[in-house]
């Protein structure tokens, strides 16, 4: 079975999928000013690092998978 380190990261990013340094243009007359607020708030937390791209369903996966090959839970 493959580390579940080597498993689960993240790929890098290749020459086709690769961010080209410049932000796409947005028309944000598009949103509400709820909306917004929101991405604006979003934005402030993913700066801070409060967000983050796994969700907590993923991370108790990786958790029990890691338990399962540490010998501590069994199928």
């Known amino acids: ?3 579940a380190a080597d498993t689960y990261e993240q790929e890098p990013l290749g020459e086709s999928n690769a ?3 410049t932000a796409p243009e947005l028309d944000l007359g598009q949103l509400s000013s709820s909306e917004l ?3 604006s ?3 402030d937390r993913v700066s801070r ?3 983050h791209e796994w969700s907590g ?3 108790r996966l990786r958790f029990t998978r890691w338990l ?3 010998g501590k839970l069994q199928s």
Do not use: F, N, S, W
């Open 49 to 51: 690092g409060d967000v």
């Open 19 to 21: 961010p080209t340094g």
């Open 37 to 39: 607020e929101h991405l």
């Open 57 to 59: 369903d993923y991370k």
């Open 68 to 70: 399962y090959e540490q």
């Open 1 to 3: 079975m493959a580390d």
């Open 41 to 43: 708030a979003l934005r």
